[in-house]
């Protein structure tokens, strides 16, 4: 099969590792790793691409190799004891699948070598469960793993009614293949790029989750209205919010003149919903671009907000030219929605959003996870990245925000009071 041009010149030929974690739950059966086996094994007869391999970066062989599922047993220590740890973060990374299991020949890194789906069950003495995964990027978006897994957790618990079922056509039909040529020399340019860039000097990182309630973001909501912007979703008041702190920490910490300017903020962007006509939620594929926002520093919430909103209209703007038979070419040329460097400098940013994605939802007969971890964002070795992701409370879903920025600017932002009327700090891990 080959890949959609979206896919064909990805730049992820990586796998993003996540972790879902479920505590004890008496309410639901916890189901032992042959039910998962054969549920995992019915999702695949609907993902069948996944169970396949890579040939290049333009083909998919659908050879129903299959995935890898591994079942381990902690026996001398409880969910809640790793849970409670000041380590936690780096005590759950250990239970991903081990690393060189996701490499089919033997730990090599082109992309005919990467097996898609790799899972690690751990169970716990005292009824917990940890799901590790590392999910080839190449063939999944977070949106495409959203899905993945809720059409494997209604399989999981016997919800035929539930069952969400991928789209592999439609993301072709929209983005269709671009000729080899192109792809060729899009691939040898960016490892070009690549080879000629350099890494900045090493800086001390933290990565830190601050969550922000559904009350929280309903008020901060209420501060970034403005006239442009009368009704400002919670992403883009909680991003505003995010960067106006973050640019004050970097500046105190810093100076302005050491900051790019106007600040920068790139922003991942779910082209589905956007396109017209609109494709699937469930289309799978890496169906992405980036927004970008250009901040002026120290300008206040409504302002950053309307920044952020502008950047995304243009972003709406731009994806109308990439459908159809030209627009592999307009994709590749679009430098706005390209990221030029992993490293960024100071005053640039990076924000990805996995929120409404299902993954709080993923009963696989444990309940539903009580945390869910993009651990491929938290612990990034790269400055000034943040992610969003669902966080499930007493006054409805807030946000959990994952943020890595230099230590000295990470504690700035913890002993600012106005940002902590808001944010409430759960955990760090350091660089």
């Given at each position: 099969?080959?890949?959609?041009?979206?896919?064909?010149?990805?730049?992820?030929?990586?796998?993003?590792?996540?972790?879902?974690?479920?505590?004890?739950?008496?309410?639901?059966?916890?189901?032992?790793?042959?039910?998962?086996?054969?549920?995992?094994?019915?999702?695949?007869?609907?993902?069948?691409?996944?169970?396949?391999?890579?040939?290049?970066?333009?083909?998919?062989?659908?050879?129903?190799?299959?995935?890898?599922?591994?079942?381990?047993?902690?026996?001398?220590?409880?969910?809640?004891?790793?849970?409670?740890?000041?380590?936690?973060?780096?005590?759950?990374?250990?239970?991903?699948?081990?690393?060189?299991?996701?490499?089919?020949?033997?730990?090599?890194?082109?992309?005919?070598?990467?097996?898609?789906?790799?899972?690690?069950?751990?169970?716990?003495?005292?009824?917990?469960?940890?799901?590790?995964?590392?999910?080839?990027?190449?063939?999944?978006?977070?949106?495409?793993?959203?899905?993945?897994?809720?059409?494997?957790?209604?399989?999981?618990?016997?919800?035929?009614?539930?069952?969400?079922?991928?789209?592999?056509?439609?993301?072709?039909?929209?983005?269709?293949?671009?000729?080899?040529?192109?792809?060729?020399?899009?691939?040898a340019s960016r490892g070009k790029q690549m080879?000629?860039?350099?890494?900045?000097?090493?800086?001390?990182?933290?990565?830190?989750?601050?969550?922000?309630?559904?009350?929280?973001?309903?008020?901060?909501?209420?501060?970034?209205?403005?006239?442009?912007?009368?009704?400002?979703?919670?992403?883009?008041?909680?991003?505003?919010?995010?960067?106006?702190?973050?640019?004050?920490?970097?500046?105190?910490?810093?100076?302005?003149?050491?900051?790019?300017?106007?600040?920068?903020?790139?922003?991942?962007?779910?082209?589905?919903?956007?396109?017209?006509?609109?494709?699937?939620?469930?289309?799978?594929?890496?169906?992405?671009?980036?927004?970008?926002?250009?901040?002026?520093?120290?300008?206040?919430?409504?302002?950053?907000?309307?920044?952020?909103?502008?950047?995304?209209?243009?972003?709406?703007?731009?994806?109308?030219?990439?459908?159809?038979?030209?627009?592999?070419?307009?994709?590749?040329?679009?430098?706005?929605?390209?990221?030029?460097?992993?490293?960024?400098?100071?005053?640039?940013?990076?924000?990805?959003?996995?929120?409404?994605?299902?993954?709080?939802?993923?009963?696989?007969?444990?309940?539903?996870?009580?945390?869910?971890?993009?651990?491929?964002?938290?612990?990034?070795?790269?400055?000034?990245?943040?992610?969003?992701?669902?966080?499930?409370?007493?006054?409805?879903?807030?946000?959990?925000?994952?943020?890595?920025?230099?230590?000295k600017e990470m504690g700035i932002l913890e002993?600012?009071?106005?940002?902590?009327?808001?944010?409430?700090?759960?955990?760090?891990?350091?660089?």
């Open positions: 099969m080959t890949l959609p041009f979206v896919d064909q010149l990805s730049p992820f030929a990586f796998h993003l590792p996540t972790i879902l974690v479920y505590t004890k739950n008496d309410k639901t059966p916890s189901h032992d790793i042959n039910v998962l086996k054969h549920s995992l094994s019915e999702t695949l007869t609907q993902f069948y691409p996944l169970a396949g391999r890579c040939k290049d970066d333009s083909t998919l062989s659908c050879n129903d190799e299959g995935v890898t599922l591994i079942a381990a047993k902690v026996t001398n220590f409880t969910l809640s004891s790793v849970l409670e740890s000041p380590r936690k973060l780096e005590l759950l990374v250990e239970l991903l699948p081990p690393r060189e299991s996701v490499a089919y020949g033997g730990g090599l890194t082109h992309i005919s070598e990467f097996i898609p789906i790799v899972l690690q069950v751990t169970y716990f003495p005292c009824g917990g469960v940890v799901v590790g995964c590392y999910l080839l990027h190449k063939l999944m978006d977070a949106a495409s793993i959203g899905t993945f897994f809720r059409h494997w957790s209604a399989l999981s618990m016997g919800r035929s009614k539930d069952l969400i079922h991928p789209n592999f056509d439609s993301s072709l039909k929209v983005f269709p293949s671009a000729p080899l040529t192109l792809v060729e020399s899009v691939v080879m000629q860039l350099r890494p900045p000097a090493p800086v001390s990182l933290l990565s830190k989750t601050f969550v922000f309630s559904n009350v929280a973001l309903t008020e901060l909501k209420a501060r970034a209205v403005s006239k442009a912007v009368p009704r400002p979703s919670k992403f883009k008041a909680l991003a505003g919010f995010i960067m106006e702190h973050a640019l004050g920490a970097a500046t105190a910490s810093l100076g302005k003149d050491a900051l790019t300017s106007p600040a920068l903020l790139r922003m991942t962007v779910n082209m589905r919903p956007r396109l017209t006509p609109p494709l699937p939620q469930e289309s799978m594929g890496n169906v992405i671009t980036n927004a970008l926002a250009r901040l002026e520093k120290q300008h206040g919430l409504p302002n950053y907000v309307e920044d952020i909103h502008a950047a995304f209209t243009n972003a709406n703007q731009r994806i109308q030219s990439f459908q159809g038979k030209n627009g592999a070419e307009a994709f590749v040329g679009d430098k706005q929605g390209q990221e030029s460097s992993p490293w960024l400098k100071p005053g640039e940013y990076f924000l990805t959003s996995w929120c409404r994605l299902g993954l709080m939802e993923t009963d696989l007969g444990f309940g539903k996870p009580k945390w869910v971890v993009p651990i491929g964002h938290v612990f990034s070795a790269h400055r000034n990245r943040l992610c969003f992701i669902d966080h499930p409370g007493p006054d409805g879903y807030g946000i959990e925000v994952w943020l890595i920025l230099e230590e002993s600012n009071p106005d940002f902590l009327a808001f944010a409430s700090p759960t955990s760090k891990s350091g660089k």
